[in-house]
Nanobody, 125 residues
Framework: QVQLVESGGGLVQAGGSLRLSCVAS????????MGWFRQAPGKEREFVAA????????NSADSVKGRFTISRDNAKNTVYLQMNSLKPEDTAVYYC??????????????????WGQGTQVTVSS
């Protein structure tokens, strides 16, 4: 079992930045593919960004390309999501996820095994 704890959410004005962090409880964190997803009220949970176990492969949704960057520090059991040029439509609960079955930067939420509790990001116009 892996426990994931997100932090770093908050209220920011449009054009601002936030950095989300997700700390994993397991020392085998470096063998897990990691992803970030988000869910706005009344909408499906959607893919934001993903990173392979080594950090050598990343993937992101078209809606955040060029603005959001995913990275990981395996020594700290932590994955990050740097969010720049935030827009009101980025407002959502952001979830961190881990996959022990896959090693690549996977965009499909069904391929993740563990989820954090989420952190709220609100972007005001």
């Amino acid at each position: 079992q892996v426990q994931l704890v997100e932090s770093g959410g908050g209220l920011v004005q449009a054009g601002g930045s936030l950095r989300l962090s997700c700390v994993a409880s397991r020392r085998t964190f470096s063998s897990y593919a990691m992803g970030w997803f988000r869910q706005a009220p009344g909408k499906e949970r959607e893919f934001v960004a993903a990173i392979s176990w080594s950090g050598g492969s990343v993937n992101s949704a078209d809606s955040v390309k060029g603005r959001f960057t995913i990275s990981r520090d395996n020594a700290k059991n932590t994955v990050y999501l740097q969010m720049n040029s935030l827009k009101p439509e980025d407002t959502a609960v952001y979830y961190c996820a881990a996959s022990h079955r896959y090693s690549g930067s996977i965009p499909n939420k069904g391929e993740y095994d563990y989820w954090g509790q989420g952190t709220q990001v609100t972007v005001s116009s």
